[in-house]
């Protein structure tokens, strides 16, 4: 059994939350035990910079970033790791609406009777700012469920018509069907990458943990969650 005291404490986004649930079995063959703590960037984010405490982050480009110019992530640790684009989903079984192109993207919000979508995140964020921008927020705002979470799990539920979010987010979710993603024109592609806390007490096993990240292994493990591996972890 693992000595938790050894654990390495992770602070990760939702988007890679599957992921490491898989390849926990493997990474503690390997003795990298690790404590996860999940949440979007934004709700993890004040945490690290407030002065919580672990070993490795892992949240998106822009965010470890501005931690690493603030001195918060090392110097030179930084990883990008996997690339990753928002979905939508409906419950198991439930008419797939057509979401091939804007105009249809667009048709199929407005005649869904709900919708939810995350706060926080940044899939959530980005829908906010693209419901804006096809000119439907009122309608949207009306009918949506906006919390920090996996918005999935209100469509398996039958709670909502439609779930926007990662897909590698809507994939931790049974009793739905993935439509697919949003329209080329319309997607934002999110790169989530890792760094190791200048305050970790253990900077190497934090290292060795996000290393063990980009091996082929895990980047087949990556695809099946969708997600896309980056350049080092295929």
Known sequence: MADLSLSIRVMCTLGLRG??????????????YFAPSYGATNVLLPKITTGETAEVAILTDAAIEGLVEHGTIAAGSRRDLARSSIGIAVKEGAPR????????????????????????GASGIHFANLITQLGIATEVAGKARIFDGVV??????GEVEIAVQQVSELKLVSGIDIVGPLP?????VTVFSAGVLAASARPAA????????????VAAVMRKQGLEPMAGAR
């Not at 080329?184 to 934002?188: A, F, N, T």
């Not at 934090?206 to 292994?217: D, K, S």
């Open 206 to 217: 934090a290292g060795l943990f996000i290393e063990a990240l980009r091996t082929p292994a």
């Open 152 to 157: 999935g799990e209100l469509a398996a539920r």
């Open 19 to 32: 992921l490491l649930e898989e390849i926990a079995p493997a990474l503690d063959a390997r003795g990298l």
């Open 184 to 188: 080329e024109q319309l997607q934002k």
């Open 97 to 120: 609406p057509d979401i091939s192109t804007p105009e249809a993207f667009k048709r199929a919000l407005l005649l869904a009777k709900s919708i939810a979508f995350s706060r926080s």
